[in-house]
């Protein structure tokens, strides 16, 4: 277990609308991240961190920010909600395993856009 | 650019049959890992296996095995006597090697539904 939760875990909001999705580790992990998965297209990265207040454009970056204050937690923010951006959104961190770097996952976020 | 390819989108077969699910990945760096994740109806991603580039052993874990072949860029998984707890969607997925850092590109899939 990797002590990774995401909240909230389902949501429903309207277009136009902010929305901040969080995500928390109890296990002071450097790097963490930030999928949307769609149907046919698995999961693309959206964002990742590197450190408190570093993080970096991933594939599908455009209309979400993100912020990292603290080391465990790292915010995914949709500015203004459109409806493509109804997915289901994973959170994860990179843990080491040896000298090898493992990814590991939360449980996700639901999230419609109506 | 890195990108992975699961060809099959859907799998369906008998209880007890074997099957075995393709993955093809191209990348231009020559240090890479490769991974499997089951995504089961109740929805979490579960890691399976990671596979170094370096290392072209094939992997039994129970009725599990990983084939990593290099010269046909591919990384297939195989279900040997499948069960109904093993339909799910399964993703292969490749990430470069940098320090921790490891944002990964994934497949979009294969689900695999498994009949009694």
């Known amino acids: 277990d990797a002590g990774i939760t995401q909240s909230p875990r389902h949501k429903v909001t309207e277009t136009g609308t902010p929305v901040t999705l969080r995500c928390h580790q109890t296990?002071?992990?450097?790097?963490m991240y930030w999928y949307r998965q769609d149907p046919g297209h698995g999961l693309r990265l959206i964002h990742y961190s590197y450190g408190v207040k570093d993080t970096d454009k991933g594939e599908v970056s455009d209309g979400y920010s993100v912020s990292r204050s603290k080391t465990e937690d790292f915010l995914l923010t949709l500015e203004s909600a459109t409806s493509s951006q109804t997915s289901v959104y994973f959170c994860a961190i990179s843990e080491p395993v040896g000298d090898i770097y493992e990814q590991y996952f939360g449980p996700g976020t639901r999230l419609t856009v109506t | 650019a890195q990108k992975v390819t699961q060809a099959q989108t859907e799998i369906s077969v008998v209880e007890k049959e074997d099957v075995t699910l393709d993955c093809v990945y191209e990348t231009r760096d020559t240090t890479y890992y490769l991974f499997w994740y089951k995504q089961p109806p109740s929805g979490e991603l579960v890691f399976l296996i990671r596979?170094?580039?370096?290392?072209?052993q094939n992997e039994i874990s129970g009725r599990y095995s990983w084939n990593f072949q290099k010269s046909t860029s591919s990384f297939n998984f195989t279900i040997t006597a499948s069960q109904v707890v093993d339909s799910a969607v399964y993703f292969c997925a490749l990430s470069e090697v940098n320090s921790g850092n490891t944002p990964l590109v994934f497949g979009k899939g294969t689900r695999l539904s498994v009949i009694a």
């Open positions: 596979r170094n580039s370096f290392d072209e």
């Open positions: 296990e002071n992990h450097r790097y």
